[in-house]
Nanobody, 126 residues
Framework: QVQLVESGGGLVQPGGSLRLSCAASGRTFSSCAMGWFRQAPGKEREFVATIMWSAGNTYYADSVKGRFTISRDKARNTVYLQMNSPRPEDTAVFYC???????????????????WGQGTQVTVSS
């Protein structure tokens, strides 16, 4: 049973920084892709970033490129999302996701990810 548990959400000021963590368990993730989606009130879930667990290749949505960084710690089975210079429009529930299907795209849709965490709220406001 794959489990993804997010932490690190909260209130952050515009221009500040915040790091989200996602602890993964339940299987080996060497052949998987892991990442982050988000959903703002009244909007659909949208892709934020993804990382190939084994090779470390990373992909980002244009809206966060240059500001957010995804990384993983293999020893801790943990994925991180470093959010620098967040904006009010980044306010959303952030979800950690994982897919071990063997088919991965650089700009995935939510349906491509089988495993989802419970989500963590990020609010960007002064």
């Amino acid at each position: 049973q794959v489990q993804l548990v997010e932490s690190g959400g909260g209130l952050v000021q515009p221009g500040g920084s915040l790091r989200l963590s996602c602890a993964a368990s339940g299987r080996t993730f060497s052949s998987c892709a892991m990442g982050w989606f988000r959903q703002a009130p009244g909007k659909e879930r949208e892709f934020v970033a993804t990382i190939m667990w084994s090779a470390g290749n990373t992909y980002y949505a244009d809206s966060v490129k240059g500001r957010f960084t995804i990384s993983r710690d293999k020893a801790r089975n943990t994925v991180y999302l470093q959010m620098n210079s967040p904006r009010p429009e980044d306010t959303a529930v952030f979800y950690c996701v994982a897919s071990c299907s063997g088919y991965y795209t650089s700009q995935p849709t939510p349906s491509e990810y089988k495993y989802w965490g419970q989500g963590t709220q990020v609010t960007v406001s002064s």
